[in-house]
Structure formats: structure tokens, C-alpha cells
């Protein structure tokens, strides 16, 4: 079975950072792109990032370009988000996306 | 950054057929924006329903297609269910997926 699980999230104060993970199974993960994408409490969904299956290319969304950095490690079949400079405006649920599988997402709060 | 339009509400009855489109700002959608489709339903993560147009993923049921329709990109619901009603949205992929933008949404009724 397909599977993406995120971890990772949680309540951080503006300014602060956050690494998220994303751990895959089921499927060879070096074959795929990746993608994070979020969802702003009661909106909808917005792209924000995606690797290449062998991690050569990323690409963001203007939003959050410089500020976040995602990457991957094949070995180890995890994706990872790393988000700096957070705003109050980054508070939602972050998914992890791949071989046409979204996981459960995972919760980030930015809050003083 | 291209803008991504979907309805906002559609409503179908149950049995009934009902299309819904993705349309871009920058122009035609074609089937080089490898348009894709997604459900969620209310508490759920998303669901890919249709990926590079008309692809349906192992789950999805029968009664769902993709296709281009007038310019846009288009899901198609054939013989509507309860359990259909949902959220769906479209992605489409720019400059061969090095920017890639969601439409708004498009809230479907199942009445």
C-alpha cells in the first residue's frame, strides 16, 4: 500500500522555523517528483513546492521562495520542508504529495 | 502567476450528469498543463481523482472522466452519487511543472 505520512508540524512563534518530514512507502520513491502542498484553515489548496525524483530541480511558489527549502533523501525514502521565517500566514495543514498519494497532512500554527 | 478558475458551486441530482471546468488565465488549457483533478471531502485529506487530463487513478470510480472541453480542462460525473459531494480541485502545471497553481475549488451538491 501506498503511503505518505507527515510529522513535523506543530505551534511555532512568528519569525521561528520548522522542518517538516514525510516518510514514504510502498512505492520505489527515487522514481518520483515530490510536491508539499497546504491548505490555510477553511480555503483551499495552494502549491507550494516540488523536487525532482533525483532532487537536481526545485521549484516554489513566489510566497514562499527564499524562505522555504524543500529536499529529499532517497536513501531514506523521506521528503522534508524546511520553513523559515515564519508568518502568521503559513498557519495550515501541510500535505505531502507523490505517486498520486496525498498523506494525512500535519497541522503548523504560527502564533505568538 | 496564472490564476486558476473553477466554478464555485455546482449542484447535480443524484443519477445526474454534471461537468466541471478549469480554465487558466494565460490562455487554452491543453493537455500540456497536465491538468489534474482532486476530491476532499470535509475533514479529509484530498484524493487524486485524474492526473494528466484523462488518467484515472486505480481508485477512482468509473462514473469520473477528465477531458478538454471549450479550452478548459473538464471533469466529468456520470450518474451522481451521495457520497460524491465533495470539494474538487484542478491543478494545472506551468513551464513543464516548475510552477504549478490550484483553481479555487468547485463545492459539488449531490440534491
Known amino acids: 500500500e501506498v503511503q505518505l505520512v507527515e510529522s513535523g508540524g506543530g505551534l511555532v512563534q512568528p519569525g521561528g522555523s520548522l522542518r517538516l518530514s514525510c516518510a514514504a512507502s510502498?512505492?520505489?520513491?527515487?522514481?518520483?517528483?515530490m510536491t508539499w502542498v497546504r491548505q490555510a484553515p477553511g480555503k483551499g489548496l495552494e502549491w507550494l513546492a516540488n523536487?525532482?525524483?533525483?532532487?537536481?530541480?526545485?521549484n516554489y511558489v513566489d510566497s514562499v521562495k527564499g524562505r522555504f527549502t524543500i529536499s529529499r533523501d532517497n536513501a531514506k525514502n523521506s521528503l522534508h520542508l524546511q520553513m523559515n521565517s515564519l508568518r502568521a500566514e503559513d498557519t495550515a495543514v501541510y500535505y505531502c504529495?507523490?505517486?498520486?498519494?496525498w498523506g494525512q497532512g500535519t497541522l503548523v500554527t504560527v502564533s505568538s | 502567476q496564472a490564476v486558476v478558475t473553477q466554478e464555485p458551486s455546482l449542484t447535480v441530482s443524484p443519477g445526474g450528469t454534471v461537468t466541471l471546468t478549469c480554465g487558466s488565465s494565460t490562455g487554452a488549457v491543453t493537455s500540456g498543463h497536465w491538468p489534474y483533478w482532486y476530491q476532499q471531502k470535509p475533514g479529509q485529506a484530498p484524493r487524486t481523482l485524474i492526473s494528466d487530463t484523462s488518467n484515472k487513478h486505480s481508485s477512482t470510480p468509473a462514473r469520473f472522466s477528465g477531458s478538454l472541453l471549450g479550452g478548459k480542462a473538464a471533469l466529468t460525473l456520470s450518474g451522481a452519487q451521495p457520497e460524491d459531494e465533495a470539494e474538487y480541485y484542478c491543478l494545472l502545471h506551468y513551464n513543464a511543472g516548475r510552477n504549478c497553481v490550484f483553481g479555487g475549488g468547485t463545492r459539488l451538491t449531490v440534491l
Open positions: 504529495v507523490g505517486s498520486l498519494t
Open positions: 510502498g512505492f520505489t520513491f527515487s522514481n518520483f517528483g
Open positions: 523536487i525532482k525524483r533525483d532532487g537536481t530541480e526545485t
